[in-house]
């Protein structure tokens, strides 16, 4: 009732913005039971996310698992993920074999691989991709060579239209100089989604928001039609300007971006 109330006043009413403290008020009680994203609580931005949108699924299709036909949010950010197993080149057998398949609303990447693309010039896909197929195991087609391992290649049957990137840290406080890099990184804006994961037909994202963190408080920057980004800091909304004054505040404010969105062009 009260996400129906707060949709209303913000849709209809003069409100510029929706309301932070009653926003926390609700989602606290959305999730009261599992003890999660509590008042005076703090929580993984990402986290909510990912949880809030699971949530919706819930609440539209009467279930946690999988739908199909997808409800809307799996039409915006789902994607169906087989994991196939590659024989390596010690054999040259060149098995490939599905192993197992899952759905995923967000696509997990630490912080390392956009800084290790901006301090090596190599292209943010290559990065995001060795990551992706850095898990190997065993070859069990030619357990006869010594050494032989098989690497898990990731393959997506369709491209999503937003694309929701965690971006993993392994601290919850960071350097200027380790921020740097990792905003270097972010800065290329397009990813093309076929050089991460195997895909049959080109798909193009841009960037167009990303949450970032600081301390014990979370804000938000996002382009609006007038290509200039916006930030969003609890009730005050100002117009930040272009990308290079983004990463500018970013960057002075020791701001850690957990959460990347991409929109498909």
Request: proline share 4%.
């Given at each position: 009732y009260?996400?129906?109330?707060h949709?209303?006043?913000y849709e209809f009413?003069?409100?510029?913005?929706?309301?932070?403290?009653e926003?926390?008020i609700a989602v606290g009680?959305?999730?009261?039971?599992?003890?999660?994203f509590q008042?005076?609580?703090?929580?993984?931005?990402?986290?909510l996310?990912?949880?809030?949108?699971?949530r919706?699924h819930k609440e539209?299709?009467g279930?946690e698992?999988?739908?199909n036909?997808p409800?809307?949010i799996h039409?915006?950010?789902g994607s169906?993920?087989?994991?196939r197993?590659g024989c390596g080149?010690v054999?040259?057998?060149?098995?490939d074999i599905?192993?197992f398949?899952?759905s995923?609303l967000?696509?997990?990447?630490?912080?390392?691989?956009?800084a290790?693309?901006?301090a090596?010039?190599?292209e943010?896909?290559?990065r995001?991709?060795?990551h992706s197929?850095s898990?190997?195991?065993s070859?069990t087609e030619c357990a006869t060579?010594?050494?032989?391992v098989?690497?898990?290649?990731?393959?997506?049957s369709?491209?999503?239209p937003?694309l929701?990137?965690?971006v993993?840290?392994?601290?919850s406080?960071?350097?200027?100089?380790?921020?740097?890099?990792?905003v270097?990184g972010?800065?290329?804006h397009?990813?093309?989604?076929?050089r991460?994961?195997g895909?049959?037909?080109p798909?193009?994202?841009h960037?167009?928001?990303?949450?970032?963190?600081y301390?014990r408080?979370y804000?938000?920057?996002f382009l609006?039609?007038?290509?200039s980004?916006?930030?969003?800091?609890?009730a005050k909304?100002?117009?930040?300007g272009?990308?290079?004054?983004?990463?500018?505040?970013i960057?002075k404010?020791l701001?850690?971006?957990?959460?990347?969105?991409?929109?498909k062009?």
């Open positions: 009260q996400r129906r109330v949709g209303a006043q009413g003069d409100f510029s913005h929706l309301p932070p403290k926003v926390r009680r959305v999730f009261e039971a599992e003890r999660r008042v005076d609580c703090i929580d993984d931005a990402s986290e996310f990912d949880a809030l949108l699971q919706l539209q299709c279930h698992e999988a739908c036909p409800c809307l039409a915006l950010f169906n993920v087989a994991v197993s080149s054999c040259g057998g060149g098995a599905q192993k398949s899952f995923t967000l696509h997990y990447f630490p912080a390392t691989t956009f290790l693309s901006a090596s010039s190599t943010l896909e290559t995001l991709r060795q197929e898990d190997v195991q070859c060579h010594k050494g032989c098989s690497t898990l290649v990731k393959h997506l369709v491209a999503p937003v929701a990137v965690t993993v840290w392994s601290d406080e960071v350097q200027r100089n380790q921020l740097v890099p990792v270097a972010i800065a290329q397009s990813i093309a989604l076929e991460i994961y895909l049959t037909a798909a193009t994202y960037l167009v928001g990303l949450v970032t963190f301390g408080h804000m938000c920057y609006n039609r007038e290509a980004w916006l930030l969003f800091d609890d909304v100002r117009v930040v272009t990308w290079s004054q983004v990463a500018d505040t960057e404010g701001q850690m971006p957990i959460l990347l969105l991409y929109c062009s």
